[in-house]
């Protein structure tokens, strides 16, 4: 079983950068598509980016297209999400997970909070 930890979150002004990473165990990391999700309070979970297992297919919602960028290093059994230009309505508890389509299917780890201050 691949077990997940997310790392990297933090307090950060409006329109400032975080970088965050998703350390997972298991040799079969790198055959799955993985996707990053977020948690604001109130609200479902939702997928924000997503990534093929070869790393070369990516996806965005709409909502952080052009500011968020998903990447993987299969060798280092990593995924990560460089966001940029944050706004306040990114404040969210930030899981990784395996997915197959856009459904996730792994158990989830303890997340990250990003917190953007206005």
């Known amino acids: 079983q691949v077990q997940l930890v997310e790392s990297g979150g933090g307090l950060v002004q409006a329109g400032g950068s975080l970088r965050l990473s998703c350390a997972a165990s298991?040799?079969?990391?790198?055959?799955?598509?993985m996707g990053w999700f977020r948690q604001a309070p109130g609200k479902e979970r939702e997928l924000n980016a997503a990534?093929?297992?070869?790393?070369?297919?990516?996806y965005y919602a709409d909502s952080v297209k052009g500011r968020f960028t998903i990447s993987r290093d299969n060798a280092k059994n990593t995924v990560y999400l460089q966001m940029n230009s944050l706004k306040p309505e990114d404040t969210a508890v930030y899981y990784c997970?395996?997915?197959?389509?856009?459904?996730?299917?792994?158990?989830w780890g303890q997340g990250t909070q990003v917190t953007v201050s206005s």
């Open positions: 298991g040799r079969t990391f790198s055959s799955y598509a």
């Open positions: 997970n395996m997915i197959q389509g856009e459904r996730p299917f792994g158990s």
């Open positions: 990534i093929s297992w070869s790393g070369g297919s990516t």
